[in-house]
């Protein structure tokens, strides 16, 4: 299991292995990256994979690029 890796990113900040939606919601703020809670819920809704209100370190890949592209259009 990869849940060290999120533990170490400190997005995890109960450090239970996976990512809740307000652990994530404070890491956009701390990335100081722009959406609203609508597009942070949808976020969350789409990278949680397995429907367990919580985002795996797999997931979390999934997440960041999913950002990254959503990001790079906003800028666009």
């Known amino acids: 299991m990869n849940s060290g890796?999120?533990?170490?990113c400190?997005?995890?900040?109960d450090k239970s292995g996976a990512i809740d939606?307000?652990?994530l919601k404070h890491?956009?703020?701390?990335?100081?990256v722009k959406f609203t809670n609508e597009e942070i819920n949808e976020i969350f809704k789409t990278c949680d994979l397995?429907?367990?209100m919580?985002?795996?370190?797999?997931?979390?890949?999934?997440?960041?690029?999913?950002?990254?592209?959503?990001?790079?259009l906003q800028l666009a």
């Open 5 to 8: 890796l999120l533990v170490s």
């Open 10 to 13: 400190s997005v995890d900040e």
């Open 21 to 23: 939606l307000k652990e």
């Open 27 to 32: 890491y956009f703020e701390k990335l100081q």
């Open 50 to 52: 397995n429907d367990d």
């Open 54 to 72: 919580g985002i795996s370190f797999n997931e979390f890949i999934v997440l960041l690029c999913l950002v990254y592209l959503l990001n790079k």
